[in-house]
């Protein structure tokens, strides 16, 4: 099992940015894709980025491509996401999870933090 602590949500403008952290603890993070996740008050938990246990693959789904970099320090034990060009739509609690392997399908992960909440104004 993996613990995994989400950090670096808040309040931001319409255009503005925020990076999110996610420490990995209790297991060798190196061997775990890594993958984030939101989910928006009244609407399913939506894939958003994952990344290869590497980091040599990552994939982004359409609504944040090109706005959005998923990274990972393996030295640290944590994963980032990258966020830029914010709309009030990526509004939502952000979550980061561990799979065993590279996955979009939030079932395929079995590690969860708790969250950190994403407000983006207009």
């Known amino acids: 099992q993996v613990q995994l602590e989400e950090s670096g949500g808040g309040l931001v403008q319409a255009g503005g940015s925020l990076r999110l952290s996610c420490v990995a603890s209790?297991?060798?993070?190196?061997?775990?894709?890594m993958g984030w996740f939101r989910q928006a008050p009244g609407k399913e938990r939506e894939f958003v980025a994952a990344?290869?246990?590497?980091?040599?693959?990552?994939y982004y789904a359409d609504s944040v491509k090109g706005r959005f970099t998923i990274s990972r320090d393996n030295a640290k034990n944590t994963v980032y996401l990258q966020m830029n060009s914010l709309k009030p739509e990526d509004t939502a609690v952000y979550y980061c999870?561990?799979?065993?392997?590279?996955?979009?399908?939030?079932?395929?992960?079995?590690?969860w933090g708790q969250g950190t909440q994403v407000t983006v104004s207009s």
């Open positions: 999870a561990a799979a065993y392997l590279y996955s979009t399908i939030a079932n395929e992960y079995h590690d």
């Open positions: 209790g297991r060798t993070f190196s061997n775990y894709a």
């Open positions: 990344i290869s246990w590497s980091g040599g693959t990552t």
